[in-house]
């Protein structure tokens, strides 16, 4: 991603609950479905013991039009329900940045 400064990151961090119970296809779609915000910058996630999922945004603006997006607010609360046993949300302000790459 290349952005020039400031943007905002919204980090999530979870713990997963077992089984997959429709969590992959749901994490697919909300990949796809965030990429086609308006103001949305990129995305960045890992998954090991504990999962983070980090995505860029322009503004506050957009990070509250994502959050109360219909089919994003449909999973968060199936998140709640059966795949999180924990999770945190982060807001941040991106002021520097940069980056190494062979």
Not at 19 to 31: F, P, W
Not at 50 to 67: D, F, L, N
Request: charged share 25%; glycine share 6%; net charge neutral.
């Amino acid at each position: 991603m290349d952005r020039t400064e400031p943007y905002y990151a919204v980090i999530f961090t979870s713990g997963r609950t077992e089984g997959d119970k429709g969590y992959a296809d749901m994490a697919r779609s909300m990949e796809r479905l965030a990429k086609e915000q308006p103001g949305f910058l990129g995305m960045e996630s890992a998954r090991e013991t504990i999962g983070i999922t980090v995505s860029y945004w322009e503004s506050m603006q957009a990070i509250a039009h994502w959050k109360q997006q219909t089919d994003h607010l449909l999973a968060q609360k199936k998140g709640i329900a059966d795949w999180y046993s924990w999770y945190k949300v982060r807001v941040c302000l991106v002021e520097r940045s940069y980056a190494f790459e062979k």
